[in-house]
């Protein structure tokens, strides 16, 4: 597996994917179509639960279908991965989102996360937007890790894993454009007068993001052009890139 440095988080959280019951989870649900059939089948859109969920505050089960304008909560020791449309979301553990309405009913036009951590593959569309308490994302067809950190005044961790996102922290703006991993804090407080400021890549993995790319039938930029960077969240192939980070400088 690839090298992750983890904040407040252990191993185990990251290593879902590896699961048998994951594994056989998510070859059924490619084999039997993806969300398009599961759909228009009546089925359940949660490709796997593990542990407690709610969602509009009753409990979920693996045959709960998750729609857009639906609140979903995570208990403790809980993993749960879900597809609406074109995008695969995984929620870790102890994690309130909202999953707002886009264009249509099976696209999210927007991902509210009010404390917890998501990993998500969004395929190409229109322009989306993820929030949190201290930071927005402008997004099209992207793979991101989102987290938000209640302890330190709901400071929110933000990673481009691969894609184009137009970033905003109060009156601070950013366009990252990421081939590997470029990643942002959205700080409760200013630092040094900013409110988005550069990260290292925390969290999350090569290998999560590639799981969900394959359950919306995409691939990550790093998987397209056969290489990969330095995880150091400069969102670059190269060790060295030429451009500063896009948070690093007014």
């Given at each position: 597996m690839t090298r992750h440095t983890l904040q407040g988080r252990d191993?185990?959280?990251l290593l879902w994917f590896r699961r048998?019951?994951?594994l056989r989870a998510a070859a059924a649900w490619t084999t039997l179509g993806g969300f398009a059939a599961?759909?228009?089948q009546q089925r359940s859109n949660v490709v796997e639960l593990v542990g407690d969920a709610q969602v509009n505050g009753r409990r979920a089960t693996p045959a709960t279908a998750i729609q857009t304008g639906d609140a979903v909560e995570t208990g403790p020791g809980s993993n749960l991965v879900f597809v609406i449309g074109t995008t695969a979301f995984q929620v870790r553990q102890n994690s309130r989102l909202v999953v707002e309405r886009g264009a249509t009913l099976h696209s999210v036009g927007v991902l509210r996360l009010l404390t917890g951590a998501v990993a998500s593959v969004w395929g190409r569309g229109p322009h989306r937007t993820i929030v949190t308490p201290t930071l927005t994302a402008g997004i099209r067809g992207t793979?991101?890790?989102?987290?938000?950190?209640p302890a330190q005044a709901s400071r929110s961790y933000f990673c481009n894993c691969y894609g184009t996102v137009e970033l905003?922290?109060?009156r601070d703006r950013a366009v990252s454009r990421a081939d590997y991993h470029q990643s942002f804090w959205g700080e409760a407080e200013p630092k040094a007068g900013r409110l988005l400021t550069p990260a290292q890549a925390i969290n999350h993995t090569d290998e999560e993001l590639e799981f969900?790319?394959?359950?919306?039938?995409?691939r990550t930029t790093w998987?397209?052009?056969g290489r990969k960077g330095v995880k150091d969240g400069n969102g670059s192939m190269d060790e060295n890139p030429a451009q500063a980070r896009p948070a690093s400088a007014r």
């Open positions: 191993d185990a959280e048998r019951g994951m599961a759909w228009a793979g991101v890790y989102t987290e938000v950190f905003q922290a109060g969900l790319a394959r359950l919306v039938d995409q998987q397209v052009l």
